[in-house]
């Protein structure tokens, strides 16, 4: 047993530089990935979420508003969606409501959250801060993310099954894909960039499922025992794990391209 004990060690040893896992492991602590993630998911609520409000309460298609961009992305059904749509200002009330000095408000408070994104894109990636005058393409990205948004659901209601599953991880990954190389201003090729778009997508399925089955059935238990609250916590501890999917899948999408595709540069 001794004499083999050496070879095992070493075999393991062998098994984790050729993964180099312990790497990105080290990079998410030096990120500080769940701090990050959680400040996504503050920022998101607080300064996105009204903004999107309002830009869904204007769907000519009246496709539901906000509540049906929520449902579907949190991928809610039955009981769980009624509930969540029912704390979301209805569209005319909010349109009704909201004037000229307040969308502007609302859009900086949106362009901020872009920058948000921005600068962890940057530091993922280990580039200098973009300078003032790029905050167009904070605003150029935050239109483009509610336009991919709602396009989502309006495929939720007309897709079902494989063909909405395949329509959009392909959607999600040219987004996530265009987002880093626009935000991060072309300094970066597109094929370094692919991993990190499609390892997002991986997550945001399995955060999707992980919603489904068990985020559905605690918003009706937090309905009855806490109330709007509860169900605010809930939409927030899913908005942190959507944080950590889009800033984890970068990061992997780095450590992927410098361990195991483009080990010698970009």
């Keep these: 047993m001794k004499r083999h004990f050496p070879r095992l060690r070493q075999a393991v040893l062998d098994l984790e530089h050729r993964l180099a896992a312990l790497a990105l492991v080290r990079r998410g602590r030096d990120l500080e990935?769940?701090?990050r993630a959680m400040g996504f998911a503050t920022l998101a609520l607080?300064?996105?979420?009204?903004?999107?409000?309002?830009?869904?309460?204007?769907?000519?298609?009246?496709?539901g508003g906000f509540a049906s961009w929520l449902v579907d992305g949190m991928g809610l059904s039955g009981r769980s969606a009624r509930i969540l749509s029912d704390i979301i200002s209805p569209p005319v009330k909010v349109i009704g409501t909201t004037s000229v000095w307040g969308g502007i408000l609302l859009a900086?408070?949106?362009?901020?959250?872009?920058?948000?994104?921005?600068?962890g894109y940057e530091r993922i990636w280990g580039l200098p801060p973009g300078p003032w005058h790029r905050v167009w393409r904070q605003a150029t990205w935050l239109a483009v993310m509610s336009a991919y948004l709602y396009q989502e659901v309006?495929?939720?209601?007309?897709f079902h099954g494989w063909p909405r599953i395949t329509l959009s991880a392909t959607t999600g990954a040219l987004f996530f894909w265009w987002s880093q190389h626009f935000l991060l201003g072309g300094q970066l090729h597109w094929r370094t960039l692919l991993p990190g778009a499609l390892a997002t997508m991986v997550g945001l399925g399995g955060l999707r499922v992980f919603s489904y089955l068990v985020f559905?059935?605690?918003?009706?238990?937090?309905?009855?025992?806490y109330g709007t609250v509860g169900i605010v916590l809930v939409v927030e501890s899913w908005l942190t794990g959507v944080g950590f999917v889009v800033y984890g899948g970068a990061m992997f999408g780095r450590w992927f391209c410098e361990h195991h595709w483009l080990p010698q540069g970009h």
């Design 33 to 35: 990935l769940m701090h």
């Design 46 to 63: 607080v300064t996105l979420a009204p903004l999107l409000i309002v830009i869904a309460a204007a769907d000519p298609l009246g496709e």
């Design 108 to 119: 900086v408070f949106g362009i901020s959250f872009a920058g948000s994104v921005q600068n």
């Design 154 to 158: 309006l495929t939720g209601h007309e």
């Design 216 to 225: 559905t059935p605690l918003i009706v238990d937090n309905a009855l025992s």
